[in-house]
């Protein structure tokens, strides 16, 4: 029996220009907007080791320098905090460069997302590994997201892309999944079609922006002609994968906010800042005094 191997490396592609945000992100990354008081990215790479990944790949563009300081140490803030006693916020602060080992790779052009992954070929080696993306935050009060797709994973030893319904109207802004059977909430997948119009949407089930993939997915994207606009694609990339070995779907338990876009991003500020325990109570106390 093929031994299914731990996964152990993640991959961020961070080199997106999040054109929906600007003039926010105009000179610091979409990555960085704080959810209340964290960045976005801090929340998926939370994730990533709660998983039991242990090193992380930045692919990085232009301006993108502040998520490397982010997860870097800041030892004039340590010294500060240091001589003014305030222990707990060094300590939250260190967690975050100790987290683990963090690598980082240029995109030299945001041409795709598949583009982005073609570059870390050679840093991930022949072995399966994760990709997280920074906009897509997922709360789970169980299991998280990742860890339930490498949990598919092992039963199959296959690549696993994480899905989502939507509603008919949104399967064209998402790549959305051809199943061709599922069980419980595991879907063999049969093909993949980028933004379909809603009359050609081969289902309501889009993929969103958690994988774990073969190194399998290296040749295939070597193999996608760019599109339209001159971007390599994961989800062609994904298709021609699928057409070649077996794929899986993970419909995960937990909540999914699209922080890349605007509405998303507010609805998830205010969960996420109505599940805080120092902040709930107050700003729920808030919301409940406006009048609509
Ligand atoms: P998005 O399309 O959501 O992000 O890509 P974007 O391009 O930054 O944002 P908009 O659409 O212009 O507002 C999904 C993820 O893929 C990364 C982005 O950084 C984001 O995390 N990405 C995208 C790359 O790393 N390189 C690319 O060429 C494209």
Not at 86 to 109: G, H, N, P, T, V
Not at 253 to 272: M, P, S, W
């Amino acid at each position: 029996m093929k031994k299914i191997k731990k996964i152990k490396k993640a991959v961020f592609p961070v080199a997106g220009m999040g054109t929906r945000f600007l003039p926010a992100t105009k000179a610091s990354p979409k990555e960085m907007l704080p959810l209340v008081d964290k960045p976005l990215i801090q929340y998926v790479v939370e994730e990533a080791i709660a998983s039991g990944i242990e090193e992380i790949i930045m692919i990085t563009g232009r301006g993108k320098y502040a998520i490397e300081d982010h997860f870097d140490r800041s030892l004039e803030l340590e010294s500060l905090l240091e001589k003014r006693n305030q222990w707990q916020a060094l300590a939250d602060l260190k967690k975050i460069s100790d987290m683990c080992d963090f690598w980082y790779i240029r995109q030299k052009e945001p041409l795709g997302l598949g583009h982005a992954i073609l570059k870390v070929k050679d840093l991930v080696g022949d072995e399966p590994f994760a990709v997280l993306l920074g906009d897509d935050i997922i709360h789970s009060d169980g299991e998280p997201a990742l860890s339930q797709l490498m949990d598919v994973h092992h039963k199959m030893g296959s690549s696993v892309v994480a899905i989502e319904e939507v509603t008919r109207a949104k399967v064209s802004s998402y790549g959305v999944v051809d199943p061709e059977w599922c069980m419980d909430s595991m879907y063999k997948i049969k093909g993949l079609v980028e933004k379909p119009d809603i009359d050609e949407a081969p289902s309501n089930l889009a993929v969103i922006g958690r994988y774990i993939l073969t190194p399998a997915i290296f040749d295939a994207l070597d193999g996608v002609v760019p599109d339209k606009k001159g971007e390599i694609q994961l989800t062609a990339g994904l298709n021609r994968l699928c057409a070649s070995e077996a794929m899986y779907g993970c419909k995960f338990a937990g909540k999914r906010y699209d922080a890349g876009d605007k509405l998303g991003f507010l609805i998830a500020t205010v969960e996420y800042a109505l599940r805080r325990e120092d902040l709930g109570a107050s700003f729920k106390e808030y919301l409940s005094s406006l009048k609509f």
